[in-house]
């Protein structure tokens, strides 16, 4: 089983990828999101290497085998559950269960993951809409749009605020922004500038900036 820093790696490497799992991802860019020097990165890449969870290609960067997939959608899944149970069983608020699953994630067994899920009636998303891989590994599947290019004077329900930091989850969530909650696009201006949001009872409307209007997704109302 890999290590606490390797299944950070891991799941790192499974989120630059995104929705294509033979992206090649540069390992600057893994250094960067893991938030270490690229030298450190490049060792432990050479670690996952040496182990088989990841192939490289010099100056390509690298992506995950099956193997390596395998684990980081595992690691995503235990990580994304504890986030679930913690804020709907225990009230934990949103921009603090990231940080506190961080402490406990790679102590938990999977049959207390599996009890988990149960005892919350097998969730898809997590907290933030983040969706969460079944036990086969497998994520569901949804066509959402981005906050940034979604149709004006539309209702809008928010899906999921991806990998916003603590200060902006805790900022969005006084004003009311976040899954489930039905908002409107005022306006936007050009060229990624700020997005004029109002929600549903509120006399005002308040802007968001472009590069985190990128960030939240959202379907259709109807």
């Not at 909650?181 to 997005?195: D, H, I, K, L, N």
Request: net charge negative; charged share 25%.
């Amino acid at each position: 089983m890999p290590s606490e820093s390797e299944e950070n790696y891991l799941r790192a490497i499974w989120k630059l990828a995104g929705d294509d799992d033979s992206n090649w991802i540069p390992t600057g860019l893994v250094a960067e999101r893991v938030g270490v020097s690229p030298p450190s990165a490049t060792s432990m890449v050479q670690q996952l290497c040496d182990r088989g969870w990841l192939d490289h290609k010099r100056y390509g960067g690298v992506r995950l085998t099956t193997e390596g997939r395998m684990l980081a959608v595992q690691t995503v899944r235990r990580h994304r559950i504890l986030e679930t149970y913690l804020s709907k069983i225990l009230g934990v608020p949103w921009d603090r269960v990231d940080s506190e699953v961080e402490r406990l994630e790679h102590s938990v067994s999977e049959d207390l993951i599996c009890r988990m899920e149960e005892a919350l009636g097998f969730p898809d998303r997590d907290p933030h809409g983040s969706p969460i891989p079944d036990r086969q590994g497998i994520l569901p599947t949804r066509q959402d749009l981005f906050l940034d290019l979604a149709p004006l004077a539309t209702s809008l329900e928010i899906v999921r605020v991806e990998d916003a930091l603590p200060e902006v989850l805790h900022w969005l969530g006084e004003r009311g922004v976040r899954p489930g909650v039905v908002v409107t696009v005022e306006s936007r201006e050009p060229a990624g500038g700020p997005v004029l949001l109002k929600l549903p009872g509120q006399e005002s409307a308040f802007a968001i900036s472009g590069k985190l209007a990128r960030s939240i997704s959202v379907t259709k109302v109807g």
